[in-house]
């Protein structure tokens, strides 16, 4: 795929991987791509690369728009080997350019690479770069999700290219959020942002909380958001905020999933029943097999859900600071009738609970 402008004089030109299958241990059923960008200004910049597999896909892209020889600056958002295994052949092509990095990453880059002919900037929040007609501002963001990782703020055309923040798992022939609609549902996108932040940004919730704070703090207009992987939010890109915002502060699908394991068939007997009292309170229920069921699908249907009633995950749900239900249910070998009777009162009071819990939103 060719380079795409994205504002004026600033495009697209990354890779789509329609083949990828497992990524970060969790299955990509719907591929990936490797976003990265070209400010085409009297100082050309390029921000971020791809993964190695396809430098040829980017340099072919970046050479549609100028030849890499004329870049001057590379901006590494993050030092993930999806974004950054490339660095080396582009930098091959470009050997004066400048590398704007942070602190983390340019240690973390020295173990990548041989970095010793290579000129750097070590960059902080608020450190700026001027292009020419642009004006970029760098915005750290350690651990969400590596500790090398940044944002870049481009003033002028209110854009935020967020590295792996507000990013999603989906290869597609469009770039953008309303291209994408126009070919998928919105519940389809809304899932895989889910999906993508269930397995990748879940545990760095409060450090997300607290970034997009800081961003709001700081007053930035912003109209697009290019994230590193998936679709760039273009037509609404107050809504991916918002997603991420409810996340956070733990709201979640008036729903329940049941994710069980069983031997001898004893723990899925239970399941039924609890699954017929949550039914009958008039709440949605899922229930997966945990063996039958690549464990990145549970993960994101749990996090969907949020919340755990399973007696001897207490103390894990507790250390992701998530609301239990106490007491646990526990049955001895197979399921009695009366056995099966509790299941069910258990399944309508854990749904009543959970009823409790979305009336704070």
């Known amino acids: 795929m060719n380079a795409v402008e994205i504002k004026s004089n600033i495009y697209w030109v990354g890779a789509i991987d329609w083949g990828i299958r497992d990524f970060h241990g969790y299955i990509t059923q719907n591929g990936t791509t490797y976003n990265n960008y070209l400010i085409m200004d009297e100082q050309v910049t390029l921000l971020d690369t791809v993964k190695y597999d396809f430098a040829g896909t980017t340099i072919d892209n970046i050479r549609s728009v100028v030849e890499p020889s004329k870049i001057k600056n590379i901006i590494i958002n993050h030092i993930e080997p999806d974004h950054v295994s490339s660095l ?129 703090k700081l007053g930035l207009e912003i109209d697009m958001i290019a994230p590193d992987h998936g679709i760039i939010w273009r037509k609404d890109p107050l809504k991916i905020i918002n997603m991420y915002l409810d ?25 039924l029943p609890i699954m017929q009292g949550i039914k009958d309170e008039e709440i949605e229920c899922r229930v997966i097999k945990l063996r039958a069921t690549q464990v990145s699908a549970a993960i994101k249907e749990f996090w969907k859900a949020r919340g755990g009633a399973v007696k001897g995950a207490y103390d894990e749900f507790r250390k992701m600071g998530l609301e239990i239900f106490e007491p646990g249910i526990q049955v001895l070998y197979k399921t009695s009738s009366a056995d099966e009777k509790k299941c069910y009162e258990f399944g309508r009071e854990f749904a009543r609970k959970v009823k409790e819990y979305h009336q704070k939103f």
């Open 88 to 216: 080396d052949k582009i930098m091959a092509l470009t050997p004066e350019a400048v590398i704007y990095i942070t602190a983390m990453g340019k240690k973390g880059l020295d173990r990548l690479f041989d970095t010793s002919a290579w000129k750097f900037r070590i960059v902080k929040t608020g450190d700026t770069l001027n292009t020419g007609r642009y004006n970029l501002m760098f915005i750290e963001t350690p651990m969400i999700h590596w500790p090398d990782s940044m944002m870049t703020y481009v003033k002028e055309a209110r854009l935020l290219i967020s590295q792996d923040a507000f990013g999603q798992h989906f290869a597609s022939a469009g770039r953008f959020d309303d291209e994408f609609l126009s070919c998928f549902s919105a519940a389809e996108l809304e899932d895989a942002v889910k999906d993508y932040y269930a397995n990748i940004l879940m545990p760095f919730g409060k450090l997300i909380k607290s970034k997009i704070a800081e961003i709001q």
């Open 247 to 271: 996340m956070v502060n733990g709201k979640a699908d008036l729903s329940v999933v049941i994710i069980y394991d069983t031997m001898w068939h004893s723990t899925e007997q239970m399941t």
